[in-house]
């Protein structure tokens, strides 16, 4: 049991992150200790300048995770029950603030803790033998700290049904829905991550940095202040080369491509 990771260097630069969950006989469900790790691990990967990306995933094929740990819930009182939905709450939040793009690669059941985790998550990929749902209130409970990101997600009206049902839903239902953002075969699972993962590695690091930054301000301000936050991210692109050594060699390829062939 643990969090494994595997870090894939990238020839556009830099590297791929891989976290994989791994407490497959429990449906990688996450109990205190495993949240620990995952938190510590996460704070590792932010502070290395090289990290591109990050993928998120369970160890093998029946879930990516399958909620927090039902045998800590039980024993919980009212004086130990905030310190567990914490290390929740920051496990979900380690990978909401990572300063690069992370995508939740889900195969199996995403439920509970396992959910919000995915929806801390910047982008979302499914196998098409997906389950997701939010059980919590099945067991005596209310869902909590991430489930807050599902209105802003799929809706007031989806939420409520999810959190106040406890019932799951499949990939395909999630996929219209707006919870995930692709759904593929299993087989094919991987192949889909790296379709979203080739524009993020494409793009400036340092502007794909401060466009994640900017998009978590986002839905904390108002208009105008997310505006004015927008304007200081712009200026801020500027402290280094990349826009002028991205935007200078798009603009030659644009030249190359107008200038007209000679005749013979």
């Known amino acids: 049991m643990g969090v494994l990771v595997r870090r894939e260097e990238r020839p556009e630069g830099g590297y791929l992150a891989h976290l ?14 495993l949240m620990i790790e995952i938190i510590d691990t996460a704070a590792g ?17 029946r879930a ?17 029950a905030r310190s567990f939905i914490t290390l929740v709450h920051q496990c979900c939040d380690a ?29 979302r990929v499914a196998s098409d033998r997906s389950v997701f749902g939010m059980p919590e209130v099945k067991i005596g409970i209310p869902s909590v700290v991430e489930a807050a990101l599902l209105p802003g997600l799929i809706g007031q009206g989806r939420a409520r049904r999810l959190l106040l049902t406890g019932e799951t839903i499949a990939a395909d239902e999630a996929l219209a829905w707006g919870l995930v953002d692709a ?10 991550v790296e379709r979203l993962v080739q524009p993020i590695l494409a793009a400036g690091s340092r ?29 801020s692109a500027f402290d280094t080369d990349e826009p002028a050594r991205m935007a200078g060699a798009m603009l030659a390829e644009l030249r190359s491509r107008r200038r007209p062939t000679r005749r013979r």
């Open 207 to 235: 502007a794909i940095r401060l466009q994640k930054s900017l998009l978590l301000d986002w839905e904390e301000l108002p208009a105008a202040a997310a505006i004015e936050r927008g304007i200081d991210c712009f200026v």
């Open 183 to 192: 759904v593929a075969a299993a087989s094919e699972l991987d192949e889909a």
């Open 95 to 123: 990978f909401r603030h990572l300063h690069v793009p992370v995508i939740a690669r889900i195969d199996g059941y995403a439920l509970g803790a396992g959910l919000e985790l995915a929806c801390a998550c910047d982008l």
């Open 64 to 80: 990516f995770v399958g909620g927090a740990d039902v045998a800590e819930i039980a024993a919980l009182d009212h004086a130990t």
């Open 20 to 33: 994989t969950i791994d407490n497959a006989g429990k449906l990688n469900s996450l109990n205190r200790t």
């Open 45 to 61: 990967l932010g502070d290395d300048p090289r990290l591109r990306a990050a993928v998120l995933t369970g160890a093998g094929e």
